[in-house]
């Protein structure tokens, strides 16, 4: 897997070499190779100590979600420790000495090392040592994990988190397990799976401005099931601007901008009401943001007599996969204002459209009323399209 997190120090304990891995090793203060003493003798009452592990024996590879655990009876763990040749592997032991705990899965095609040791009451000591082999793995049998926002990315409050996997992730709740969003200040919000290969998170409303967030996909080495496995830890940490929300009303023809909840500028705007390119009702979010773009309808499906094809449209911000977008529209200043006569964008001047831009980025939301053609939750970032309850339906472990 490649990057692969391998993490600190302390590891693992299992039988000898070839031995079986639940195998105990055990010691004993004057034990010898004499038979053990009759059932009367107090000898017999005594429990032997021992090292014993959750691994199965044999020779066969190891998966590599496996997470090794070591326990002593009658002892107690003084050292475990798990070595390969990308370093060793991270674990916890108990306060009590009786377990340990590998910290992270294990790497693909990869050989491990096992050593561990325990003291009985009398300071005799416990060994255990042995050698095991993980699965290999190919890249069509592990799934990446991409991560939205961006790492040290500073986003609107309408931002969702998104990720995104290469191969589809069919036993979505050991994934979501493994999914995390943490943030400061804390608020509440759920993941949403769209489909197998992604997955959102949003909180229950609009982020606080300034808040601070932190993404932990940890699912290296986890089952994403039919035989695919998570390839990488990923940890995303980003931060919430302040809450752009701008508002447009289809019938006034006007786009209301706040900031914080301060209007700071009502801008004339022109947006489609045709029947084929009413421009949708709903809660939108800027996607990505671009100072000139060419907008050719035929990307979108339109052709014949509304095709269109215009070079150099300035300071354009997307709203919708399907192509809606706020832009520029010198072309149409005439209407702005008055009437809706665009192919579903939403149009203003060009001094007003670089206004917007300039201080617009990405996760900014957009409310728009006025029409009778609905927004959806994947047609871009739509998480807003759907109340928290229904959304949070979409999670794996409801």
């Keep these: 897997m490649s990057s692969r997190r391998l993490v600190g120090a302390s590891a693992l304990v299992l039988a000898s070499l070839a031995l079986a891995a639940c195998d105990a090793g055990s010691a004993m203060?004057?034990?010898?190779?004499?038979?053990?003493?009759?059932?009367?003798?107090?000898?017999?009452?005594?429990?032997?100590?021992?090292?014993?592990?959750?691994?199965?024996?044999?020779?066969?590879?190891?998966?590599?979600d496996k997470v090794v655990k070591v326990s002593a009876s009658e002892a107690r763990l003084t050292t475990v420790e798990v070595t390969s040749a990308g370093g060793p592997l991270d674990g916890t032991l108990s306060n009590d000495g009786s377990t340990w705990t590998a910290g992270d899965r294990l790497e693909p095609g990869t050989d491990y090392t096992l050593r561990a040791v325990a003291e009985t009451a009398e300071g005799d000591p416990v060994r255990r040592t042995a050698k095991f082999t993980t699965q290999a793995l190919t890249l069509d049998e592990q799934t990446y994990p991409s991560v939205a926002p961006l790492a040290g990315e500073t986003v609107g409050v309408g931002m969702p988190v998104i990720v995104s996997f290469d191969l589809p992730v069919t036993d979505r709740a050991a994934f979501e397990r493994h999914m995390t969003v943490t943030s400061s200040p804390q608020q509440r919000g759920s993941w949403h799976w769209l489909s197998d290969n992604e997955a959102h998170w949003r909180p229950a409303k609009y982020w606080k401005p300034g808040t601070e967030v932190s993404v932990d996909v940890d699912i290296n080495g986890v089952a994403a099931g039919n035989g695919i496995y998570g390839q990488e830890d990923r940890v995303v940490d980003f931060e919430v601007g302040d809450a752009h929300v701008y508002k447009v009303n289809m019938k006034t023809y006007q786009m209301k901008v706040l900031s914080n909840g301060k209007l700071l500028r009502t801008i004339p705007i022109t947006t489609g009401e045709q029947p084929a390119f009413t421009t949708r009702t709903g809660t939108k979010v800027i996607i990505e943001k671009f100072d000139s773009k060419t907008m050719n309808s035929e990307t979108v499906g339109i052709t014949g007599e509304d095709a269109y094809n215009i070079d150099n449209v300035q300071w354009a911000m997307r709203l919708t996969y399907s192509g809606e977008f706020i832009h520029a529209a010198p072309w149409s200043t005439g209407s702005q204002g008055y009437a809706n006569v665009s192919h579903g964008c939403t149009g203003m001047s060009t001094a007003d459209a670089g206004w917007l831009y300039d201080m617009t980025r990405r996760g900014d939301v957009v409310e728009y009323t006025g029409s009778d053609k609905p927004m959806t939750l994947d047609n871009g970032y739509g998480d807003w399209n759907a109340s928290f309850a229904d959304y949070a339906k979409g999670s794996a472990l409801r």
């Design 29 to 64: 203060p004057g034990s010898s190779d004499e038979p053990s003493a009759s059932a009367s003798s107090p000898e017999a009452d005594v429990a032997e100590a021992s090292v014993r592990t959750n691994l199965p024996g044999g020779t066969a590879p190891l998966p590599v």
